[in-house]
């Protein structure tokens, strides 16, 4: 069965920088397209970002563009969030998700890294 | 942006019927997917394409969507229905994924 697992969380300043990853395992990861999903503390599901599953189409909503950058590693099966300026309003629980091939929606998510920036 | 209205809160006796709205404008003609999170949990499609239930997921859940309204249904509702429910559609203008604000359902 597909398997995702987010990692790479933790605390960090104010401005500062950190990469989160999610590994893939069960399917064939190549022929999906993932996303980033967060959840601030005690609020809902925010998107984050989109790529397709040859990296070609990436997608960032407003409160990342410029700071956020998403990428993957198909040969790895893994997703990667590298997240830079960050702030204090960034500090989440975030979670990689997958599309379903078949309709659009939401089959599978990681088990989800909390951020925490603060100084 | 497309915005997905939701009530904060429901509250449902054991073993009467929950329903949780979800509001956008013509929603109808959109595919609607719903999710379920349990506290400290990723959250768990229970609903998608508007009422198709994912294998596992209990026939005690359906969907509906018409109009400006989708609607999650729960019949029949248990204690471990409590969970906090989001409803899920992709903003055709920007092709991204929009989350209503979600809503808590209390089994009393």
């Known amino acids: 069965e597909a398997q995702l697992v987010d990692s790479g969380g933790g605390l960090v300043q104010p401005g500062g920088s950190l990469r989160l990853s999610c590994a893939a395992s069960g399917f064939t990861f190549s022929t999906y397209s993932m996303n980033w999903v967060r959840q601030a503390p005690g609020k809902g599901l925010e998107w984050l970002s989109y790529?397709?599953?040859?990296?070609?189409?990436?997608y960032y909503a407003d409160s990342v563009k410029g700071r956020f950058t998403i990428s993957r590693d198909n040969a790895k099966s893994s997703l990667y969030l590298q997240m830079s300026s960050l702030r204090a309003e960034d500090t989440a629980v975030y979670y990689c998700a997958r599309v379903s091939s078949a309709f659009r929606y939401f089959d599978y998510w990681g088990q989800g890294t909390l951020v925490t920036v603060s100084s | 942006s497309y915005v997905l209205t939701q009530p904060p809160s429901v509250s449902v006796a054991p073993g009467k019927t929950a329903r949780i709205t979800c509001g956008g404008n013509?929603?109808?003609?959109?595919?609607v997917n719903w999710y379920q999170q349990r506290p400290g949990q990723a959250p768990v499609v229970v609903i998608y394409y508007d009422s198709d239930r994912p294998s596992g997921i209990p026939e005690r859940f359906s969907g509906s969507n018409s109009g400006n309204t989708a609607t999650l249904t729960i019949s029949r509702v248990e204690a471990g229905d409590e969970a906090d429910y989001y409803c899920q559609v992709w903003d055709s203008s920007s092709d991204h994924p929009v989350f209503g604000g979600g809503t808590k359902l209390t089994v009393l």
């Open positions: 013509n929603i109808g003609s959109k595919s």
């Open positions: 790529i397709s599953s040859g990296s070609s189409v990436m």
